[in-house]
């Protein structure tokens, strides 16, 4: 936040808030660019930035990961549901077949009764 938008912020607001970007906008380099030489030359980039460039590079940067990882996740829940439902259709057909071999030796036994 400037001090344009809120004029009661103090240095100590903004040394806090530019301290916790620098540390998010750190992780997310380190996250995104698995190469050393890709982090370095992140870091080169983000020295020239002003301060709205940042922000703007940390939110870009962001939505960037939240879309890998939603992807990961995605992939990882589909994968899951897949094999439970797998493992319900074969309970399903087990019961199925357990309930019709019932079904048939009652019928069995009260046909023979008659």
Do not use: C, R, W
């Not at 992807?71 to 493992?87: F, H, I, M, R």
């Amino acid at each position: 936040m400037t001090t344009k938008e809120n004029p009661t912020i103090n240095e100590e607001e903004l040394k806090k808030s530019a301290a916790q970007l620098g540390q998010k906008l750190g992780l997310l380099i380190t996250l995104l660019f698995p190469k050393p030489e890709e982090q370095q030359a992140m870091l080169v980039v983000a020295e020239k930035m002003s301060p709205a460039q940042l922000l703007e590079l940390t939110e870009t940067l962001e939505a960037k990961y939240i879309e890998a990882f939603g992807k990961s996740l995605d992939d990882q829940y589909g994968q899951e549901v897949k094999a439970a439902v797998g493992e319900y259709q074969t309970n399903q057909a087990t019961a199925d077949k357990e309930i019709l071999s019932k079904l048939a030796a009652l019928e069995a036994e009260l046909t023979g009764k008659k």
